[in-house]
């Protein structure tokens, strides 16, 4: 008897992984995975960690504007694109012009964009669906439509059409800005392309993984990585396993066991547990105690 339920509770989870919604998921953690997971070796690299925080809550201006401009609440990409674009250019350009650090600089921003915001969502309260904006803060990759998966797709292209010839320049321009100059790169402009890639790969996404949460997911497989490996190579490949593991354990384990926890929360409790773990090994094994990017 025991034989047979183990059989019939396999069954149940086969069934459930077979779910469209659940398919939709894992195509979207198939995409989001490895491309938040390379661009955040940079994150962390630049010490701009609050940077992608202050775009994802741009992005609740950005819906505010398209509710009032009339577009659709449910996908409102052209306003959150436009708007957290903006936003983005404004930031990197206010950085580079003035004497303020990074961190102040973003924080003002971050609060700027959390007031216009929270006034836009206020004043449109009665025209929108509240279910919706949470949506955009906490994420829901288990009810991405086609439409979300249609402009994650598009996003993965640029940034791979983009990232790819200059991703290495790029690196060494975030590790090492003094070097990158010397070997001919230009600094500032791969810092605008970088902000443009953080930017777009963010807002897309918002309403799949949430404003609140993408940071998360650009920072912690990074940081997990960052504390195993002294290449390079070996820094950006195991951000990007953690990453895409993180987003499919995080879909799977509540579904396959019933634990009522959201998926965007279990994603990066995932990716806090290979950060755990990762840190452990560092601090406990040798050959990672020197582990250093």
């Known amino acids: 008897m025991g034989m047979e339920a183990l059989q019939m509770e396999l069954q149940m989870m086969g ?3 077979n779910y469209a919604f659940v398919i939709n998921a894992i195509i979207c953690a198939l995409i989001i995975g490895p491309l938040l997971g390379a661009l955040g070796t940079m994150v962390v690299a630049k010490r701009m960690a609050f940077f992608s925080q202050a775009v994802g809550n741009a992005a609740l201006t950005g819906v505010g504007i398209g509710v009032l401009i ?3 609440y449910t996908s409102p990409y052209v306003s959150m694109f436009s708007f957290c674009i903006l936003f983005a250019l404004l930031l990197n350009f206010t950085r580079n012009h003035t004497k303020m650090s990074s961190d102040t600089l973003i924080g003002v921003f971050l609060s ?3 007031a216009l915001g929270a006034s836009l969502l206020l004043f449109i309260s009665a ?3 509240t279910h919706i904006l949470q949506t ?3 994420g829901s990759i288990l009810t991405v439509s086609k439409t979300d998966i249609a402009v994650l797709s598009v996003v993965a292209i640029i940034l791979l059409a983009v990232g790819i010839p200059l991703f290495n320049k ?3 321009a975030s590790l090492n800005p003094a070097l990158a100059h010397v070997r001919g790169v ?3 402009l791969m810092e605008y392309i970088f902000v443009l890639m953080i930017t777009i790969i963010t807002v897309a996404c918002v309403k799949i993984i949430g404003a609140v949460l ?3 997911l650009l920072l912690i497989p990074a940081a997990a990585a960052r504390n195993l490996n002294k290449s390079l190579g070996g820094f950006v490949l195991w951000s990007m396993i953690f990453s895409l593991s993180s987003c499919l354990l995080g879909i799977t384990i509540p579904m396959l066991f019933d634990i009522p926890v959201p998926s965007g929360g279990a994603i990066i409790l995932v990716a806090a547990t290979f950060f755990l773990i990762t840190s452990l090994m560092r601090g406990l094994l040798p050959q990672f105690k020197e582990a250093k990017i």
């Open 214 to 216: 993408v940071e998360a």
């Open 170 to 172: 790029m690196l060494l």
């Open 186 to 188: 230009r600094v500032q």
């Open 127 to 129: 025209k929108v669906n």
């Open 112 to 114: 700027i964009s959390l």
């Open 136 to 138: 955009i803060l906490f």
């Open 70 to 72: 009339g577009e659709s």
């Open 15 to 17: 069934y459930r992984l």
